[in-house]
């Protein structure tokens, strides 16, 4: 009797273990991945896929960008980024239930990421900014998606983003959101 109870628990716990991983797929993040939305995904692949977005018209140096913010329960979203052909270039998350197989996500600190990520990169620039990106892997591969944190750098003094130097301890600074592209 013992042993049938004993199989029995093992089997429903399996199950339940089972039936448990689609659920932490679809909140993961990897390269061109963010939960179950890809990035080589074009505009009639996000139609197809039943998931329900609010599309909005943006303007990016120039260029017309479509972005949907592809609504993923009541609270986890992802934004999803076009060009005019259709074809998708990034996606970000603000999410922090999305998470690495590391458990790296929105809202994590530099530190939590570097000691995550010891051959990660802090990368800083002012042309679009000022900027302040964390890469895991740096440098990147060519032609595949990368993972980047961003974070706040309002409060950086030129100095600090152009010659590191005068720069705070970054330590502490939670990122804001998590993207993926090319």
């Not at 399996?14 to 939960?35: F, K, N, T, Y």
């Not at 080589?40 to 692949?45: I, L, M, P, T, Y």
Request: charged content about 25%.
């Amino acid at each position: 009797m013992f042993r049938y109870a004993t199989i029995l628990i093992a089997a429903v716990a399996g199950l339940a273990v089972a039936q448990q991983a689609p659920a932490m797929e679809s909140m993961s993040i990897a390269p061109g991945r963010i939960g179950p939305v890809r990035h080589d995904w074009k505009q009639a692949d996000l139609l197809a896929s039943g998931l329900p977005f609010e599309r909005k018209v943006t303007n990016h140096e120039g260029d017309e960008i479509y972005l949907y913010v592809i609504r993923l329960d009541g609270t986890n979203t992802v934004e999803m980024r076009f060009v005019p052909d259709g074809r998708g270039y990034s996606m970000e998350t603000r999410s922090p239930a999305f998470r690495t197989l590391e458990g790296a996500h929105a809202g994590s600190t530099i530190a939590e990421l570097r000691a995550l990520y010891p051959r990660g990169h802090i990368f800083k620039e002012v042309n679009d900014g000022p900027n302040l990106i964390f890469f895991p892997e740096w440098p990147g591969r060519a032609n595949e998606p990368f993972i980047a944190f961003d974070f706040a750098a309002d409060g950086l003094s030129i100095d600090c983003i152009r010659d590191n130097k005068g720069c705070p301890d970054l330590g502490p600074q939670r990122s804001r959101s998590v993207r993926t592209g090319w």
